[in-house]
């Protein structure tokens, strides 16, 4: 079992819908949440981290961290075309070491 | 617009052959990481540096790869000799002081086909 699952896709939702992107971790270790989003032959650029358990909303993005469940999950209110890119969760135990373990992505289309 | 920059964008060669990607971090990033990316194993961290020094490169294959820092404009890594199961996205990502681990910037990709 690795340590972070992400359910591949690929997920194709209408314009506007809301979007849940979610990733389970087996590491109780892991403080730091991260989502990224990677356009075609682009890098990864982050979305929104979070620390520890709770909830971070950053304009339409929403992010889910649930401990004890060892799930994190990413809303999109009002999906875009321009959302349509692979999501990547990547997570760390923090402190001095800056290693991330990511999940493999779920490719998002969102279609207009 | 400060932003880490990769060369080659693509590179193909023949298996046996050595092969050199090179990084440039951003303006004042004194972390380096260097990660490959692949549709079987994602994204996966191969090394990284602070302040020009390598902090963990446990996730490289030690026999082939090696990864340096000239200097603090400059990241590289080698792969000598290619194999095909080396043929992946190459990226490389500077963070500042104090930003490791939120504010990891990646630059665009080294797209390398080891025929």
């Known amino acids: 079992q690795k340590e972070v699952e992400q359910d591949p896709g690929p997920l194709s939702v209408p314009e506007g819908a809301i979007v849940s992107l979610n990733c389970t971790y087996s590491n109780s270790a892991f403080q730091y949440f991260m989502w990224y989003r990677q356009y075609s032959r682009k890098g990864p650029e982050l979305l929104m981290y979070?620390?520890?358990?709770g909830n971070k909303e950053d304009g339409r993005f929403t992010a889910q961290v649930d401990k004890s469940s060892k799930y994190i999950s990413l809303f999109i209110r009002d999906s875009q075309p321009s959302d349509s890119a692979t999501y990547l969760c990547?997570?760390?135990?923090?402190?001095?070491?800056?290693?991330?373990?990511f999940g493999k992505g779920t490719l998002l289309t969102v279609n207009p | 617009d400060a932003r880490v920059t990769q060369t080659p964008r693509d590179k193909v060669t023949e298996m046996g052959q050595e092969v050199t990607m090179r990084c440039q971090p951003i303006?004042?990033?004194?972390?380096v990481f260097w990660y490959r990316q692949t549709m079987m194993q994602g994204l996966e961290l191969l090394a990284y540096f602070r302040n020009r020094a390598p902090l963990d490169d446990s996730g490289m294959p030690k026999d082939r790869f090696s990864a340096e820092m000239p200097d603090a404009t400059l990241a590289t890594l080698k792969i000598q000799p290619s194999e095909p199961r080396d043929s992946a996205v190459y990226f490389c990502?500077?963070?500042?002081?104090?930003?490791?681990?939120?504010?990891?910037?990646f630059g665009p990709g080294t797209r390398l086909t080891v025929t």
């Open positions: 303006l004042g990033h004194n972390t």
């Open positions: 990547a997570m760390s135990g923090g402190g001095s070491n800056y290693k991330l373990t």
């Open positions: 990502a500077s963070a500042p002081p104090r930003g490791g681990l939120t504010e990891q910037y």
């Open positions: 979070t620390y520890s358990s």
